[in-house]
Structure formats: C-alpha cells, structure tokens
C-alpha cells in the first residue's frame, strides 16, 4: 500500500495549472498529485478576443491533463460533484470516487442570472461563463452576420465583462456582415453609470468609444424576464433580442456551500488560503472568499495566489508554517475593444489605444505559451 500522501486538485484554473506544472516538486516532499477537470482550460484573458474572431477557440485553450502529466501527476476527467469530508473521498458526477489527503479547490465561477426568469440557452441566452459558452456563440452570430441576417444582440450587465463583449460582437459583426446588415447591439446597464469598478473618466471614454462602434448603449435598464424573443425590464419596457448575453457579475459554484465548511460566496479561507474549517482543505480564485478581503473576481489573483498555494502544500507535506498570501492593492486591467485598440487600466490610471491591446495579446501568448509543451 502507497504511503505517498494525495493532493488532490479540484478544476483546473490558473493556480492550480501552476500547482500542476510544479507536481514534480509536490512528488519530492512525498506526495501524488492528482488534477480533476472535465477537461478543457479556457483563458479568459483572450475569451473575448475569441468570441470576436480574432483568435480561434484553440487559441484560448490549455491542455490541463498534459500540464500534469508532464511533471509526474495523474489527470482525471470529470467533474466532482461532492466531498465526504469524513472519509475524505471525492465523488464525481459519473460515479468515480477519489481519496485524498490534501485537497484544493480552484473550480472557477459561474454567472448570477437568476433575477432574469426564463434565462435558458433554449431562449438564446448565453451566460459569459463557462468562456467555453462563448465559442457557440460566435459559431451562431458569425453565420448569420455571414448570411446577411442582422440578428438583434443585447448583452445584459454594463462591467468591463459587458463592454469587451459588446465591443466584440460589433468586431465580429464587422468581420462577416456586409455594411448594410449590421446588427443592433445593445449593452444595457442596470445603473445609471457603467463599468463602474473603471475610473469615472475612463468609463466616460469608454462609453463614446462603445457608442463610435455601433453599440446602443442604454442605462437603469433591469433585466427581469425573458420572453417571445423580448427583454422585459422592470418598468414594463420591451427590447427585442434574438440573443442574449448574460454578463450580470460572477458568483461562486453554490455546491461547495454544501461541503460543511464556512461559505459566503466563496470557501471561506484564511491569509494562508486554507479553510477556516478543514486545515487539509484549500481554496483559491473565484471560488475562494479570502476572509477579510472582498477581492474582485479576476484570473489576476488567482495567478498571484499560485505561488503561495504551491509553497502552502509543500509546508503542509512537511510539517511547516505556512506562508500568507497578500492581495494586490493595484492590478493592470485591459480591455480588448475588437477594433484593434484597448483600454488599459491601474487604480486610477488608464489608457485608451493600440499599445494597450498590443501589451495585452503579448502577456496572454505568454501566459498560455508558458502551459504549452516547448
Ligand atoms: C468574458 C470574460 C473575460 C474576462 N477577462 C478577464 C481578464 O482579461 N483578466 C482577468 O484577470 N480576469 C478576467 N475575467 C475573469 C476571469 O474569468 C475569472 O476571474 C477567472 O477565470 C477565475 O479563475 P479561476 O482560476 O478561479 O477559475 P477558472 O479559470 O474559471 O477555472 C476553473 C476550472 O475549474 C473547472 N471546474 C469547474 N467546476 C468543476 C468541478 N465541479 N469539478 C472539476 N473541475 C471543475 C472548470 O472547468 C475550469 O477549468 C474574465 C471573465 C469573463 C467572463
């Protein structure tokens, strides 16, 4: 019987491919590594690039079973749909189980639509997340637009999410439909001003440059049902949308609240990203809440939380202290507004032109190059 302590790591997301590209060094301190994801790693840094046509789905994609299996870890297809915390077993939806010892979660989010009655994918509507979503979605408008059909588009929710999406759609558009077909885009934003977490000028510029592309961009708009190929609002407003992106704000997985561990929107973790319930459970990225931060839900911190979860279980296998993680107080967001420019941001600086979306396709080659085999 194997004496090796098992990691287990639960979804593939952007720390865990580093954990997973360091399993070599888990191996060493007398652990197996395991990596369970149904499969596909989806990059949202380029998602929208994707959905606009300017990158193909396989450039927005990473091989997470070759990423383990190249430094000495075991992959498994499959998404975990329980833990018996007791037993420490994992149960999969298609009836595997899995013993662990150590456990990580890092299985991303999904997108809070649930004010929107009638959201199904049978009605067109496409949330933002899984990224994978977004694929279909542009083989759906690129062969309207490319049959010269002008397929109505609203992208409900006004963040940085809703605004790269739109800008997108209008980039497709202008890929495949002849001038006079174009599509009316619309971005509605519930409040009355948009991408809110932008400094106010930058959200003012951004709002003209969306305008200039052809989108209709429309506030206090509160999305409360869809039907009969309409958006109804909450004051009895009717828009017409053949389909519907949903970009309303993400939201963690709610079955980890049922794993007997503190949750509030995210596995509740301390400074050292372990449950403040289970110290042979950790949690990082999207489906984490770092207790006493309230951090944005972005791929940035999960790429920061690497290194500190991959020192963390090494401390672990050892008998060591842990380290704590430290959240960055500024990060560089950019936004690619499919015309070839971007808009680029830090507290509150930020950046309106072609250097900005150059900058960010070179950090996003690196960031999926560093998972690819050389
Ligand atoms: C359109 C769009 C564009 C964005 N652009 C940016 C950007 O430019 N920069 C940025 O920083 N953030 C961006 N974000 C936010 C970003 O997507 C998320 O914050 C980020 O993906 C979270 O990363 P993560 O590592 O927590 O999980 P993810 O990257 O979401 O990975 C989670 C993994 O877990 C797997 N998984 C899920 N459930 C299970 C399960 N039950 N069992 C096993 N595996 C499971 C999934 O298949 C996936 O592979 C964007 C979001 C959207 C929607």
Redesign the pocket.
């Known amino acids: 019987m194997s004496t090796q302590a098992k990691v287990v790591l ?7 491919l580093h954990v997973a590209a360091h399993a070599d060094a888990l191996a060493e301190a007398g652990a197996s590594v395991t990596l ?10 380029r ?2 690039g994707m ?1 606009g046509g300017r990158f193909a789905p396989e450039d927005d994609q990473i091989d ?1 079973r070759a990423v383990v299996e190249n430094h000495g870890g075991a992959f498994v297809a ?4 329980t833990v018996d915390r007791e037993r420490q077993r994992l149960h ?2 298609d009836g595997q189980t899995l013993a662990y010892d150590w456990l990580s979660f ?4 999904g ?1 809070n639509s649930s004010a929107i009655d009638g959201c199904t994918a049978e009605a067109n509507c496409w949330p ?4 994978a979503n ?1 694929a279909p979605l542009r083989t759906t408008l690129s062969r309207a637009f490319a049959a010269g059909e002008a397929p109505a588009v609203a992208v409900v929710g006004g963040g ?2 809703g605004c ?2 739109a800008a997108n759609i209008a980039a497709l558009a202008r890929r495949h439909a002849p001038t006079d077909a174009r599509p009316a885009i619309r971005l509605l934003q519930g409040g009355d001003t948009f991408a809110p977490s932008l400094p106010a000028s930058a959200g003012k510029r951004l709002a003209d440059k969306l305008a200039a592309l052809g989108i209709d961009v429309q506030y206090n708009r509160r999305i409360t049902e869809r039907r009969d190929g309409e958006l109804i609002c909450d004051d009895g407003e009717h828009i017409a949308a053949a389909h519907v992106v949903i ?1 309303t704000g ?1 939201v963690a ?1 709610q ?1 980890l609240a049922h794993l007997g561990l503190a949750f509030d929107d995210g596995l509740v973790v301390d400074d050292t990203l372990r449950s403040v319930d289970d110290p042979q459970v950790f949690a ?5 809440h770092i207790r006493g931060h309230a951090l ?8 920061r939380q690497a290194p500190v979860l991959l020192a963390n279980l090494l401390a672990g296998l050892r008998g060591q202290a842990l380290e704590n993680y430290e959240p960055q107080s500024k ?1 560089l ?4 507004l499919g015309d070839g420019t971007g808009l680029a941001s830090r507290g509150q600086r930020w950046w309106l032109g072609r250097s900005s979306v150059w900058l ?1 396709h070179w950090l ?1 080659r690196r960031f999926i190059e560093s998972y690819r085999p050389r």
């Open positions: 639960v979804g593939a997301g952007h720390a865990h369970v994801d149904p499969g596909t790693f989806w990059y949202s840094g998602a929208t959905l997470p499959g998404h975990v749909e999969l939806a890092n299985v991303g989010s997108v933002v997340k899984p990224i977004l940085n999410t790269e999406i970009a993400l997985p079955w990082v990225g999207d489906c984490a944005a839900r972005l791929g940035v911190f999960g790429v990060w967001s950019i936004l690619d960010k996003d």
